[in-house]
């Protein structure tokens, strides 16, 4: 809470009207970096130690890919809750189809790809076809695939060739393979959400999908490549899991992942109401939590009170952007009182 | 002939499939086992289904009124803990500690409510924070596994009844109370504040200029998902014994249940006692499956596969009637908030 201190003075003060959400959230990510690391030096460590600042950026990397893929549905006021269970089965896909044989990592790659892209097509009729709501046509998925996960794999399957396990483990200097990887694909999503036409209508469609139908937008077609998207970035989650394990494994929903990545493109300034942020924020929404979770393993806090943390950070985070940015629980006001809407 | 039309009428609205999927599913459980509709089996069953159908009452007050309630599981386990922690077998401390627990909840949910409605946090926020905050706190409190135990008396609501009653057999206090509660929260629902949250759910600024209190109104109803989750707490500890994990899962069970009765996720749509039967469905499904002996690990498969094809045909039937303005009210609803 008071990790986010900078912020709250900037927003109190209200002096940088002007600033981005998306710069204040880096901001917010230096003064975590800076907190955090003056915490760590008074208990007599070093947070930017390269062990530490490998930990942290690994942690970045399995998030990220979630949380990149959960910005576009997020940006559509849609939801995927169906993440978690399609990176586990991804990941047994990968394990399964590669067999320890590196030849066949590019048919596995793209049969995961594939699969992960289908469900994410299934998410998306669900949603625009059948009009069901996406809290609940996700958390249908989720559910059809963790039956079928603990259904028909009891254990580990498969086998991921020495080669592919690389993309897990290899490291730059300090920064790994999956981080770099990471970023490239947010610096792609990045440019498609900012220069393509498809990118530019998620944005309307999130706004006013009315709005948006009415202006000519194929609503349905823009929501549906979003959960498509979505669903592919899981799969590429389900890769790196595959890598960092060795084999597949249908036990990796038990993580919760779905629930880390929407918190961490909330507290990255995407709206949840759709419309509004950017993949931008969602990676500095990742570093801020991976930051934490490093400050916290460093400094031995007990795993506990890492979650009671974690959720007050994610609360005060988010209220302090509700203060600063708008009044948007409802639908933004056209014709309102100056006064009495901030 | 009227009557008739009336009823089709009646069963094509999103709120009466509920009712005719429970009808299905409790036929299927019939032709599968003759038994179950003997008084013992089926009151054994309806005290299973009590906290649950307990739960739904409180979640549907939240999400008729636009909101989420993700903390209710945490929330159920953290009970359960309290109880055993704070009891630790004495019989004189059972009601002191209700009280304590009643408080707690009502605590948890003025929280919910306030963080909501005064910060304006997004409900699924708000209460994602919530389940990360209790789920840690008790297992913190607790050094990661609970100690304790419950008392003789405490367990009385979850797990005995009034004995030896004709035909029947028990008859669970659980289902009394489930009963007394469900009326309250039919009776709640017809009274004033009950249309104030229905039309906060609806339309938030008609309802805010009309001069409802709609703040309050939701607040009020985060306090009634906390104290839900108290009693489901208290009826499940008693019925299952102490455990942390009780509650995991429970809250995406919950909202299952209520929007399986045709309540609206986004708010302003949707009847208690409907969210009540799809909290009766769902449990009835778990009991078709343990008929049929399904394997344990398909039973998710089946639920998802319901719950999508469900819910599907209640978006389609409300499309229906009026395709023009209610194409957009159903995509424009479609959202969390």
């Given amino acids: 809470m008071t990790l986010l201190a900078p912020e709250r003075d900037r927003a109190g003060r209200r002096p940088a009207r002007r600033l981005s959400t998306t710069a204040l959230i880096y901001l917010a990510l230096v003064g975590v970096l800076a907190l955090g690391g003056a915490a760590v030096a008074l208990d007599g460590g070093n947070l930017f130690a390269t062990a530490n600042l490998v930990d942290m950026l690994t942690r970045t990397s399995l998030t990220g890919f979630l949380a990149i893929g959960m910005t576009f549905v997020i940006l559509c006021r849609s939801l995927d809750l169906s993440v978690g269970y399609v990176a586990a089965l991804s990941s047994l896909v990968a394990a399964t189809t590669m067999d320890g044989q590196p030849g066949n990592i590019p048919v596995a790659i793209g049969l995961v790809l594939l699969v992960s892209g289908l469900i994410g097509a299934a998410n998306g009729a669900f949603v625009t076809v059948l009009g069901v709501n996406p809290f609940i046509a996700t958390l249908g998925t989720g559910l059809i695939l963790k039956g079928y996960l603990d259904t028909q794999y009891k254990g580990p399957a498969g086998d991921v060739p020495a080669v592919f396990q690389q993309f897990g483990y290899t490291r730059i200097a300090f920064i790994p393979v999956s981080t770099v990887v990471m970023l490239v694909l947010a610096a792609a999503a990045v440019w498609f959400l900012r220069s393509t036409r498809t990118g530019h209508h998620m944005y309307a469609v999130g706004g006013d999908v009315d709005v948006a139908r009415m202006s000519g937008i194929r609503t349905k077609g823009v929501l549906l490549a979003a959960h498509v998207l979505c669903a592919m970035f899981a799969g590429v989650a389900g890769l790196l899991l595959a890598a960092r394990f060795g084999t597949g494994s249908a036990e990796a929903y038990t993580n919760l992942y779905e629930l880390d990545a929407i918190a961490a493109v909330v507290l990255g300034g995407t709206l949840l109401l759709g419309g509004r942020g950017g993949v931008a924020g969602t990676v500095a929404g990742v570093a801020i939590l991976a930051v934490l979770d490093t400050v916290f393993n460093v400094m031995q806090v007990d795993p506990f009170a890492k979650d009671v943390l974690r959720g007050a950070v994610i609360i005060t985070a988010v209220a302090l952007y509700a203060r600063r940015q708008l009044d948007r629980t409802a639908r933004r006001p056209r014709f309102t009182l100056e006064g009495r809407l901030r | ?337």
């Fill in chain 2, 1 to 337: 002939m009227t009557r008739f039309r009336d009823l089709i009428a009646k069963a094509a609205n999103p709120t009466g499939t509920v009712f005719i999927l429970l009808a299905l599913i409790l036929v299927g459980v019939f032709a599968m086992n003759p038994g179950f509709f003997e008084g013992p089996s089926l009151m054994a069953f309806l005290k299973q289904a009590a906290p649950l159908v307990i739960l739904a009452a409180g979640q549907y007050f939240v999400i008729v009124s636009g909101n989420f309630d993700l903390s209710v599981g945490a929330l159920v386990g953290a009970q359960v803990v309290i109880a055993a922690r704070l009891i630790d077998g004495e019989e004189s401390r059972t009601l002191p500690v209700i009280l304590a627990m009643i408080a707690f909840g009502v605590a948890v949910g003025l929280v919910n409510g306030l963080i909501t409605t005064v910060l304006k946090v997004q409900s699924f926020i708000t209460t994602l924070g919530m389940l990360l905050v209790l789920y840690g706190a008790i297992r913190l409190w607790t050094g990661g596994a609970p100690t304790g135990s419950l008392s003789e008396a405490f367990r009385q609501a979850g797990r005995f009844g009034i004995e030896d009653v004709p035909v029947l057999g028990q008859v669970p206090w659980a289902l009394l109370i489930m009963i007394g509660l469900g009326a309250g929260a039919i009776a709640l629902m017809r009274s004033r504040f009950g249309r104030v949250l229905m039309a906060s759910g609806d339309n938030e600024r008609a309802a805010a200029l009309s001069g409802a209190r709609v703040d309050a109104a939701r607040t009020a109803a985060f306090v009634l998902s906390g104290l839900s989750a108290t009693v489901a707490g208290i009826l499940i500890g008693g019925y299952a014994g102490v455990s942390a994990q009780v509650g995991d899962g429970l809250e995406f069970t919950v909202i299952t249940a209520v929007v399986l009765g045709g309540v609206v996720l986004g708010g302003g749509r949707g009847t208690v006692l409907a969210a009540m039967a799809g909290a009766l469905t769902i449990e009835a499904l778990f009991t078709l499956f343990n008929q049929m002996a399904l394997p344990a690990t398909l039973r998710p498969t089946v639920q998802g596969a319901i719950l999508i094809a469900a819910v599907a045909y209640a978006a389609r039937q409300r499309a229906r009637p009026a395709p023009a303005p209610a194409t957009p009210t159903a995509t424009a609803t479609a959202t969390p908030s």
